[in-house]
């Protein structure tokens, strides 16, 4: 993540120097979760560089926001267009965006009402790691909030300690990445991915009732097999559904498409399987501008 002086951050509608993007340490979503956020990329295509889906997940944060009761200062084309004055001012290509707005500062408690919401849009260089060969998944001891404690639906800030604890487990215990289990006990999504699974040429994803984030690169491939012919089913998976798999993958906005070798030490057939290749050159060619069919996915800075 750059530090450099000459960096910007769009900060309450104004291009302020990045050290100077600062809040008060008693910041209600500081102390409370109450926040929402989206991550974005930018990606190098043949005409400069181009933002994936921003309209989609702007109107996410927007629609977190109302969930949570946030009054959010501005709408979809006024964060758009920030969006690209900030890529354009600091002069980045592919980088990975970060939309946040968040309660402020001036009153503490639970009670929201009275606070006023902050809005950040930041951009950073985001390097690749992927494990040769494919994730090596653990399933978490740690289960996805239920949907009636904090609706997946809204990406919020303060439910990701739920995915820092279950991230945090699997990585301490030598594996890639951690599989949440819903409190009934079927599949949910990884720490920041959603889950899709190939059997018989099937493709496999749980549904938001499983506490899964409705995601938008699970959208992207959902949209990306049907015209690949491949058929696809959102519906309640378990565990057992991975370990008897073809295929398992994981996708999203920071990761892409990323193959699974093994879930908790079970290896799997194929990393990556055919379907996940078809899907993942797919994506490839739809983020980089090289498939026409997807153009208005882009947003050109």
């Not at 200062?73 to 890529?87: K, N």
């Not at 079927?186 to 099937?202: H, I, K, L, W, Y």
């Not at 749980?206 to 012919?229: F, W």
């Amino acid at each position: 993540m750059t530090t450099d002086g000459a960096s910007r951050i769009w900060f309450d509608g104004a291009l302020v120097p990045w050290q100077e993007a600062q809040v008060h340490v008693l910041t209600h979503g500081l102390h409370y979760g109450t926040g929402v956020l989206e991550g974005t990329r930018v990606f190098g295509t043949a005409g400069g560089p181009a933002v994936f889906r921003l309209e989609e997940h702007l109107r996410r944060l927007l629609r977190s926001a109302h969930m949570l009761r946030m009054p959010l200062p501005y709408g979809v084309e006024e964060l758009a267009a920030g969006t690209v004055e900030l890529l354009r001012s600091n002069g980045q290509g592919a980088c990975y965006v970060r939309h946040f707005a968040f309660l402020g500062d001036g009153s503490m408690g639970l009670d929201m009402r009275g606070v006023r919401t902050r809005t950040v849009i930041a951009s950073w260089e985001w390097p690749e790691h992927r494990p040769s060969g494919g994730l090596r998944l653990k399933t978490s001891s740690w289960r996805r909030t239920d949907p009636n404690s904090v609706p997946p639906a809204a990406k919020a800030t303060g439910p990701y300690l739920n995915s820092v604890l279950a991230r945090r487990e699997a990585t301490d215990a030598g594996y890639d990445e951690a599989l949440l289990l819903a409190a009934d006990g079927s599949v949910s999504e990884c720490s920041a991915e959603n889950v899709f699974v190939v059997r018989d040429g099937v493709l496999r994803t749980p549904p938001v009732a499983a506490g899964a984030l409705e995601g938008i690169t699970q959208d992207t491939v959902l949209v990306l097999a049907r015209d690949l012919g491949i058929e696809v089913r959102v519906e309640r998976l378990l565990r057992s559904d991975l370990y008897a798999a073809d295929e398992v993958f994981v996708c999203g906005t920071a990761a892409g498409i990323v193959p699974v070798a093994s879930l908790d030490d079970r290896g799997l057939p194929a990393a990556p399987g055919g379907v996940t290749k078809r899907l993942a050159e797919l994506y490839r060619a739809a983020v980089s501008g090289e498939e026409p069919r997807y153009a208005h996915w882009l947003t050109r800075v």
